[in-house]
Structure formats: C-alpha cells, structure tokens
C-alpha cells in the first residue's frame, strides 16, 4: 500500500464523529461495500440462506429469517444493500484520554507538575534546538499506525447487513449468526467507501 495513501486514510477515519444515537435512529460512521449480487440457496430449513457477494469483499452466507430482494449485476434492484463495518476509533492506536484520574494519581501528578516547573525553561529551550526531528519523528509515527490499520483491514471483521429504506436511512436486516466478512484485498483502500449511515 502507499504510504500516502494509507495516511490519508488514517486521516480521514481519524475525523469521523464517534456513533451518536438520536431521535429513534442511530448515525453509525462506518466502512461501506456495495452489495452486488444475493441469490438464494436451496435450503429445507426453515430460515433462508442467502449467498451475497459485495465489492471488495469475499463471497459469503448469510442465514436470515427475513425474505430479501434477490439480485445480481445482470439484474440490478433500485435498493440499495451495504455490508457496513461500524468504525472503531480503537483501531488508530490514539491514547484514550477519557479515563479518569483517581485522587491519589492527582496528587502525584501535582507534585510532579510542581517539580518540572523548575527546570521548565532550560527543557524548553533544549527542545526547540532540532524542531525538525521533532516533526519527522510524529510523521513516522502517523504512518507506522497507518500502516498498522491496513493490517488490521485484512483481517476478518463483524459485519452489518443495511437495507436502504428512504434516500439516506437504512435498516438492519437481523441474520440467525454473526456476519463474518473479510475483505478481498486490503491495499485496495480506493474501494472503502467511508460514510455515516443512519440506521433506523
């Protein structure tokens, strides 16, 4: 994969908003791949099991109760079916700053705050002697993670099966087991479309 084109990535995932849940719907940020084709299998069960293919993904089965469109790229349907990755910012590797203190690490943290004061202006000023290797080392940093984040896209993921209902509001379409895709190939990130998706 590029590395610029893996920072940009990272980047843009870094600036999505964390799911909010608001007026009976949920705005879930996410990583999208299109539904291309569902058929469906012949099965004596009583649930159906559906074979869906998506791009970028790996053919998969999903087991559902519910009855779906049936589809393909020779017979295109006007709504819209996604395989979602809900986006977990715990992938970027950022320190979570969240967690709150307790008040002995306070404490321990004022004594510590009052120490450094004193030797505050000569660290100051011994640290603004090489600004540039101060840059170079965060832009390492930026894409060692970035890079760190293309392995985890290869890797196995819980997905969300959506249905499009109105322009910009999906539905969850409830399967009997977890969703387990995986994508076809993770250097190809021009095909991750990254969006907010409100989820009825």
């Given amino acids: 994969v590029p590395v610029d084109s893996a920072s940009n990535l990272y980047n843009l995932l ?12 949920l705005r879930l940020p996410c ?9 469906r299998r012949r099965d004596v069960a009583s649930h159906s099991t559906y074979r869906v293919k998506a791009d970028g993904l790996r053919d998969l089965l999903i087991a559902t109760d519910k009855t779906l469109i049936q589809f393909s790229r020779a017979r295109p349907t006007q709504q819209a079916f996604f395989l979602v990755r809900p986006w977990d910012r715990r992938l970027l590797g950022l320190p979570d700053f969240s967690e709150q203190l307790t008040s002995a690490d306070e404490g321990e943290n004022v004594r510590d705050w009052s120490e450094s004061q004193s030797g505050l202006d000569d660290t100051d000023e011994s640290s603004s002697d090489s600004p540039g ?6 832009d390492s940093d930026v894409h060692s993670r970035s890079l760190r984040l293309m392995v985890h896209f290869g890797q196995a ?8 209902q109105r322009v910009g509001e999906y539905k969850r379409v409830a399967s009997d087991h977890n969703i387990i895709a995986q994508m076809k190939d993770p250097a190809s990130i021009d095909i991750m479309s990254i969006r907010t998706l409100d989820i009825l």
Avoid: D, G
């Fill in 14 to 25: 870094k600036n999505m908003n964390a799911p909010l849940f608001a007026n009976c719907r």
């Fill in 31 to 39: 990583i999208a791949f299109r539904v291309t084709e569902v058929k």
């Fill in 133 to 138: 290797e101060e840059e170079l080392s965060i």
């Fill in 157 to 164: 993921f819980s997905a969300l099966l959506v249905a499009q």
